[in-house]
């Protein structure tokens, strides 16, 4: 518990000099099937020095430490949170289309931009140019943001993405507003994954969530890939075990 407690010390250090920090990170980029969903979380001095925050967010974590249960139970109090305008929170989807058209990572950034234009439209961000996926060096050198936020994203920083952002390394352990955004895209993932579950039985996606578990990768073996399933993410298990121009999508 005292561990998670300094994941609001952190933000409040991240807060000099601007006025808000924007927490975000994202669900499934692993996976074997379904979208890659980002979560962004605003969080300000006043809410990180409320009630809340002191009281409660030592229950807050990285999303793939806690449970089903906790995540739904955090879900819950972050609607709360947000509809008094203490939080604003938002998320962003890149589908198995955009996947395969920009690569996994970049959909990732795809998802997050879509994200955190969710908060902040992309106008309160950039003065001179509409943010796109990918931006040029010179591009991101004019980025004068008009708002006091700043970005922290999980990982290490992203070279040509759209928005002034930090890097944070295993920032889900160290960040409130990025562990928060974990949970978000967490939670939208999984719920996601149900409902393809249903359009496409057979797979396990409820349990799994498209992940490459021994269930999941017997399960495209015996029934072939569907529309929701990656192509290159397949490449090397169907290259163990069969042609893939045999295998069809459903």
Request: glycine share 8%; proline share 4%; hydrophobic share 45%.
């Amino acid at each position: 518990m005292a561990k998670r407690r300094q994941l609001r010390g952190f933000d409040l250090r991240q807060l000099e000099g601007v006025a808000a920090l924007i927490g975000v990170d994202e669900a499934g980029r692993g996976a074997l099937a379904g979208p890659v969903v980002a979560g962004a979380v605003l969080v300000t001095r006043e809410f990180l020095d409320g009630r809340w925050a002191v009281t409660k967010s030592g229950r807050v974590n990285d999303s793939k430490l806690l449970t089903a249960a906790d995540r739904d139970e955090l879900w819950e109090e972050f609607e709360v949170l947000a509809a008094k305008g203490q939080i604003h929170a938002h998320f962003g989807v890149a589908d198995v289309v955009e996947i395969e058209q920009h690569n996994i990572l970049g959909a990732t950034k795809l998802a997050m931009r879509r994200a955190i234009a969710g908060i902040y439209p992309p106008e309160a961000f950039l003065k001179k140019i509409e943010p796109d996926l990918f931006a040029s060096e010179a591009e991101i050198a004019s980025f004068r943001p008009t708002v006091s936020a700043r970005v922290l994203i999980d990982g290490l920083a992203l070279r040509n993405f759209p928005y002034p952002h930090d890097g944070i390394v295993n920032g889900d352990a160290r960040s409130l507003g990025i562990a928060m955004a974990s949970i978000v895209a967490k939670v939208m993932r999984d719920r996601l994954m149900e409902a393809l579950d249903a359009q496409h039985p057979g797979y396990g996606f409820s349990q799994h969530k498209g992940y490459g578990t021994e269930e999941h990768r017997d399960a495209v073996l015996r029934l072939g890939r569907c529309v929701q399933h990656r192509d290159l993410f397949l490449r090397k298990l169907f290259a163990e075990h069969t042609d893939p121009a045999q295998m069809e999508f459903l």
